[in-house]
């Protein structure tokens, strides 16, 4: 599975961070992997001028095997939140969609 990290001018993904993510989208999503080919993360802020809630936003593109990719997003007080509520909300629609191709 190849994963992606993307960001906005408003974020710099250093290695740390990216190792973090890495290892984190890893774990995530090992029990879906003989399914995926590739992740994609996708990071940017909304009101990159100003402070606000909520205004960082993260999403999931999840590539299955011959399938068309699915996305989700989420939005946080700060990135690893948004990134966090977009796992859960992609491990839910894999739960959903593998759910329904194994079961036919």
Do not use: W
Request: charge should be neutral; include cysteine.
């Amino acid at each position: 599975m190849t994963i992606q990290l993307n960001a906005d001018n408003n974020l710099k993904i250093n290695k740390d961070y990216a190792k973090k993510l890495n290892a984190i989208i890893d774990d995530s999503f090992k029990r879906y992997s003989e399914y995926l080919t590739r992740i994609e993360v996708h990071f940017s802020d909304e009101n990159s001028h100003k402070t606000s809630s909520n205004d960082k936003k993260c999403v999931l593109e999840a590539k299955l095997k011959g399938r068309e990719p699915i996305a989700v997003s989420d939005f946080g007080d700060t990135y690893d939140l948004a990134f966090d509520s977009a796992i859960d909300k992609m491990k839910a629609s894999l739960d959903t969609i593998l759910g329904k191709m194994l079961n036919k």
